[in-house]
């Protein structure tokens, strides 16, 4: 894991980044902070901090962290609160940290839950709660299907991440057999369905394997994708196993592509596989390039965690700062900001934001890129993938 991580908390613990919400500055000139009306709120952050795939949930709490700090310094106070909850990326673990956050009365927002997993765990709670949760990065189709409230999607699901996936292998790698896999979680399995609907008879083998951190022999999978005679793998996980699958599959001499979906979109999968063996793996992600993003982002970003922005650490920012801009207009309570989530229109740096009925980013903002790791283990934008 990368250094970052060191910050991150332990177990299911949580942390107020700051203690205590200070009133913010009188004379500040803001005629909506005046007198501290619209201060001495949290917003939290909700996902994976520690386990397998950190790094994934350590970017998005960084990217809304950043966005909250630079609020309050033009506010000129600590007007707002950072608060994270650690779920550990984990839908057994999820359901009580979900309660914990819920108990904590001063928290009008959520920028979580990243996994599609740990999303149908907590869910129920948030709901019940009416709290609202804006997710950077939870993909799965059905999440917004359960007829939550509280439920935004900033980011396309995997009925457009899935079909443009199935469109590069078709289309850019002109691969007529391959294998699918995937984890069998919610995330992992919903995608792989959705690339085996739209591929179709040029899948020629499919096989499922445990999650991040429960299994390293991938022998199995890899006897059978050779067997196949597929020249592509995708497999629908995160980058933890990603890399040790990819590590393996060279080892066994095949020379085809990996590729994935944007949970294994991270350098901790060439740092799993090795660089060499992680070089052409192909990853897509409902996301632009994060170096791509407006304004004066990607700086700050890498001045203040000293490191490059992540995946989804561009979708994190604005997702704060869609609750900021709610609570400048006076929205201080979670039913407030939920009414204010269903017409917001909002321009960010990563992309323009509008919610439909079901909490789903409004279809005309949905882009998915494909990513082609390098021979360094860094990930770089490749093209626009289209179904």
């Known amino acids: 894991m990368r250094q970052v991580l060191a910050r991150a908390i332990g177990g299911v613990a949580v942390i107020g980044l700051i203690a205590g919400a200070a009133a913010c500055n009188k004379d500040s000139g803001d005629s909506n902070t005046a007198g501290g009306s619209n201060c001495g709120y949290s917003l939290a952050f909700f996902g994976a901090l520690t386990g397998p795939a950190a790094n994934l949930g350590v970017n998005i709490e960084q990217g809304f962290e950043l ?34 956050l819920v108990a904590d009365k001063k928290i009008i927002g959520v920028v979580g839950p990243p996994f599609s997993g740990e999303s149908e765990a907590a869910g129920p709670i948030f709901e019940s709660a009416k709290i609202p949760t804006i997710t950077p990065s939870a993909t799965r189709v059905s999440l917004a299907s359960n007829g939550w409230k509280s ?6 699901n995997d009925d457009a991440q899935g079909p443009a996936a199935a469109g590069y292998i ?93 949970g294994m979109k991270d350098p901790g999968l060439a740092k799993a596989a090795g660089n060499a063996a992680a070089a052409g793996t192909i990853v897509t992600c409902p996301c ?61 740096i ?6 439909t009925a079901t909490g789903e980013l409004d279809p005309q903002f949905i882009k998915v890129w494909a990513f082609k790791f390098d021979a360094n283990g860094n990930t770089v934008a490749d093209a626009e993938a289209k179904a």
């Open 67 to 100: 966005a909250v700090k630079q609020y309050n310094t033009k506010k000129g106070s600590e007007c707002i609160t950072v608060k994270k909850f650690d779920s550990q990326g984990d839908p057994a673990v999820a359901p009580g940290v979900a309660r914990s």
């Open 151 to 156: 439920f935004h999607r900033a980011v396309a």
């Open 170 to 262: 078709k289309n850019a790698l002109k691969a007529d057999k391959v294998f699918v896999a995937d984890d069998q979680s919610a995330y992992g399995a919903g995608l792989a369905d959705v690339v085996k609907k739209t591929l179709g008879a040029a899948v020629v083998g499919t096989d499922k394997t445990e999650a991040d951190g429960k299994q390293t022999d991938f022998s199995a999978l890899v006897q059978k994708v050779k067997s196949s005679g597929a020249t592509v793998l995708f497999y629908g996980g995160y980058y933890a196993n990603g890399g040790l699958i990819r590590k393996q599959l060279t080892a066994a001499g095949w020379k085809g592509t990996l590729v994935g979906g944007d």
């Open 288 to 348: 632009s390039p994060p170096e791509k993003a407006g304004g004066t982002f990607v700086a700050d970003y890498k001045k203040e965690w000293n490191q490059d922005a992540g995946t989804y650490s561009d979708v994190a920012f604005d997702a704060a700062n869609i609750y900021l801009q709610g609570i400048d207009a006076g929205n201080t309570t979670p039913e407030k900001l939920i009414s204010y989530l269903s017409s917001v229109n909002y321009q960010g």
């Open 350 to 355: 990563a992309n323009t934001y509008k919610f």
